[in-house]
Each structure stands twice: as structure tokens, then as C-alpha cells.
């Protein structure tokens, strides 16, 4: 029979090992056992920050055929009559012009159209001396014919029910150049004969601002709005699962 020598000592060790062990098994459990504070508590936001407005600078153009054609019917292409004597503040003077107008041309820039066009004359005097034969003279029959040049303009914008309104006026009725061939004077009666044409185109053309004020009003331009509005709905992709 074999005789356990194992000291008291090393059986006391043996005891207090485990009991040692679990206490640092116990210390570390406790070093994980944070106490940390709970979150704060928010609640989820449903909508977004205020923006800044969003500004769109869109060009814009119009098609403003049916007005110049409007004005087309309403300017004649021809006034006068160089038959046709009219009689000045002096009796013995007579005056007479006849004159034709080129096609309006159109343009826009900015807000502003712009409808001009070339009028071609010609006039002739007559003068009845007290104790002589009557004497004329004429210009543009035999020679050049003097030309002038008018020019109407629209200033244009857009009303809040998206509707577009002109103020037009008559911006220019002048002779073509300063030369001597557009202007009738005619000699040696010393008769302005270029001032009456201007005048009587003048005339002519302010009677028709209201017509092409009405005709401006009535292009339909909400449309072209419209389909823009609808384009700008559409979302519009940014990246994946991005619009």
C-alpha cells in the first residue's frame, strides 16, 4: 500500500486555487458591465428644411407671323395718287404724291419686336402764277423715287394668367438717308413734298397700333408654359435610388 506524502500545505493550495480563480473570473465580469446612458429619444422628422426659391431662366420666343400678317391687311401697300391734286394753304399750290411700301419685316430683341418696313415715293407741284402760265415739277417720276422708313415697336410681357401683352408705338418715320435722293423737294416751288408722305404714313400706321396691341394679346402662350410645368414634374434620376 503506497502512502500519500502530499504535505498539508500542498492540499491547502489546492483549495484555495479554485476559490482564487473564480474571484478573478468574478473581477473580470464585472470591468464588462458598463453603465452606459441610454440614447437620447428623437422624433423622425417628416419633412425638410426651408429651401431658398429655385429660379428658372427660361428663353422664350414667339412666333409672331399672324401679327405682321395682320398688319400686312391693315397698312395698305400702296396710298396716293399722283392724279390727285391737293390744294396747299396757298391756293395757287398744288401738291400730289403717290407711294408704295416693301413687305414688314419682323425681328425681336429682348422684349421688343420690332415690325419695319421701305416706302418708296413720288411727288409732283403745281403753281399758278397770277399773270403767267401754270408750271410743275416733280421728283421720283423721271428719276430715282425718294424712299423713307418706317418702323413700329412692341414692348412685350408676360401677366400673371401667363398672357402676353404689348404696348406698341410708332418708333420711326423718316427718309432712308440724309442724301439728296430721299428727299422731294421740289423746285423751283420750294414744296416739301417728303414731310406730307411722312405724315400721311404716320398716319396709317398709328391707326393700326390698337389692331396689333389686340392681336399680340391673342397668341396662345399658356400652352408652351404648361408643357414645361409637366417636364419639370417628372423626377429626374441622380444616381442609383437617387431622383
Known amino acids: 500500500m503506497r502512502e500519500d ?30 453603465d452606459a446612458p441610454a440614447p437620447a429619444m428623437m422624433a423622425d422628422m417628416d419633412t425638410l428644411p426651408p429651401l431658398p426659391t429655385s429660379t428658372l431662366d427660361i428663353p422664350l420666343t414667339y412666333d409672331l407671323t399672324p401679327v405682321v400678317r395682320e398688319v400686312e391687311k391693315a397698312v395698305p401697300k400702296k396710298f396716293g395718287n399722283l392724279a390727285e391734286r391737293k390744294q396747299l394753304s396757298n391756293k395757287r399750290i398744288h401738291v400730289a404724291y403717290e407711294a408704295r411700301r416693301e413687305p414688314f419685316a419682323v425681328s425681336l430683341t429682348g422684349q421688343t419686336a420690332h415690325i419695319a418696313s421701305v416706302v418708296h415715293y413720288k411727288g409732283r407741284g403745281w403753281y399758278d402764277p397770277p399773270l403767267a402760265p401754270e408750271i410743275s415739277s416733280s421728283c421720283g417720276v423721271n428719276d430715282a423715287e425718294p424712299r423713307a422708313r418706317i418702323a413700329l415697336a412692341a414692348d412685350l410681357r408676360i401677366t400673371r394668367d401667363w398672357k402676353l401683352r404689348s404696348r406698341t408705338r410708332v418708333s420711326a418715320v423718316q ?43 391673342s397668341l396662345d402662350i399658356r400652352k408652351r408654359f404648361e408643357s414645361w410645368w409637366h417636364l419639370l414634374e417628372r423626377p429626374i434620376p441622380l444616381a442609383d435610388s437617387v431622383w
Open 5 to 34: 506524502i502530499t504535505s498539508p500545505v500542498s492540499r491547502a493550495f489546492q483549495v484555495i486555487a479554485p476559490a482564487i480563480a473564480a474571484i478573478a473570473l468574478t473581477g473580470c465580469d464585472a470591468k464588462l458591465d458598463v
Open 175 to 217: 427718309p432712308y438717308t440724309d442724301q439728296t435722293r430721299d428727299q422731294c423737294r421740289v423746285t423751283p416751288l420750294k414744296i416739301d413734298v417728303t414731310q406730307r408722305v411722312l405724315n400721311a404714313t404716320r398716319g396709317a400706321l398709328e391707326e393700326q397700333r390698337p389692331m396689333i396691341d389686340r392681336k399680340i394679346a
